[in-house]
């Protein structure tokens, strides 16, 4: 890419297909997209971003057509393509539609099928077979490990304290059956860390990290502030979720051109040559 001020400094970032420093932004959810803005997006910012995340099960209300040519907008900018979590909702309502959802999935040109389980009681053994089978259909799977229960929703702090919280060594041993099994990567809810509590649980975002292999996760951060916090402590490639919205503020903060009192001007990289 022939960049705008190519003389002035930035971080130095991993080329496209990016196995660290990934950025997932969220399509179709708190807003409509449709292809002429996403291409706006990809045309100006695509150059930084590397999954295209459907939330919500947004595709499943909108025309087949509008959804492959979202698909294929971002295919013409080499940035996958993510389903979001919706088979946990097709777990319950059409649990024998499972491999059908995963085919047409394929069929309509994901790149990515996303196995969440937030809501679910459900065992570790079932959804490592859900990533079996995701790989089977030569699809990546990106399973989703959580802290809290009814997490990946529009819960209050209310609603999830009256949940029992999840045992980080629980979720990291499921991520590492994950990984095992042939996931792509793990995407860590941010919900119980940063998002929906009181006081940010950072030892359980350090604990994941460490456990699971920070180049293993993709770290959902909801907010300016949370992505702030993840790059001062794990590094500008760090992988991460955030809304379509904040891909610049998030890129800036990467690349060291901007940044927040406490992160101005200190965030670097290295490149042995």
């Known amino acids: 890419m022939a960049r705008a001020f190519d003389f002035l400094h930035i971080n130095d970032r991993p080329e496209k297909p990016r196995d660290r420093g990934i950025t997932e932004i969220r399509g179709p959810y708190y807003d409509p997209m449709g292809p002429r803005e996403l291409r706006d997006i990809l045309e100006t910012m695509g150059e930084y971003v590397d999954i295209y995340k459907f939330s919500g099960g947004s595709f499943a209300l909108m025309p087949e057509k509008a959804v492959k040519e979202l698909i294929e907008t971002c295919h013409e900018f080499d940035v996958m393509v993510s389903t979001g979590g919706f088979v946990e909702n097709v777990l319950v309502r059409?649990?024998?539609?499972?491999?059908?959802?995963?085919?047409?999935?394929?069929?309509?040109?994901?790149?990515?099928?996303?196995?969440?389980?937030?809501?679910?009681?459900?065992?570790?053994?079932?959804?490592?077979?859900?990533?079996?089978?995701?790989?089977?259909?030569?699809?990546?799977?990106?399973?989703?490990?959580?802290?809290?229960?009814?997490?990946?929703?529009?819960?209050?702090?209310?609603?999830?304290?009256?949940?029992?919280?999840?045992?980080?060594?629980?979720?990291?041993?499921?991520?590492?059956?994950?990984?095992?099994?042939?996931?792509?990567?793990?995407?860590?809810?941010?919900?119980?860390?940063?998002?929906?509590?009181?006081?940010?649980?950072?030892?359980?975002?350090?604990?994941?990290?460490?456990?699971?292999?920070?180049?293993?996760?993709?770290?959902?951060?909801?907010?300016?502030?949370?992505?702030?916090?993840?790059i001062k402590n794990f590094g500008p490639n760090v992988n991460l979720f955030v809304d379509n919205s904040q891909i610049v503020e998030l890129e800036c903060m990467r690349s060291g051109l901007w940044g927040k009192k406490t992160s101005w001007g200190r965030t670097a990289s290295y490149r042995k040559e």
């Open 94 to 230: 059409d649990n024998d539609l499972v491999d059908r959802y995963i085919e047409e999935a394929k069929n309509l040109g994901f790149d990515i099928v996303e196995i969440s389980s937030g809501f679910l009681a459900i065992d570790t053994d079932d959804l490592v077979a859900l990533t079996e089978t995701v790989a089977n259909y030569g699809l990546k799977p990106k399973p989703e490990i959580n802290v809290q229960f009814g997490a990946g929703g529009a819960s209050s702090v209310e609603e999830l304290e009256s949940e029992a919280a999840i045992d980080p060594t629980s979720a990291i041993r499921e991520a590492e059956r994950h990984l095992e099994a042939g996931a792509y990567k793990i995407m860590v809810e941010s919900e119980g860390i940063t998002e929906r509590v009181r006081e940010w649980r950072t030892d359980v975002a350090f604990q994941i990290a460490n456990e699971v292999g920070i180049e293993n996760c993709v770290f959902e951060a909801a907010d300016p502030p949370v992505f702030e916090w993840y």
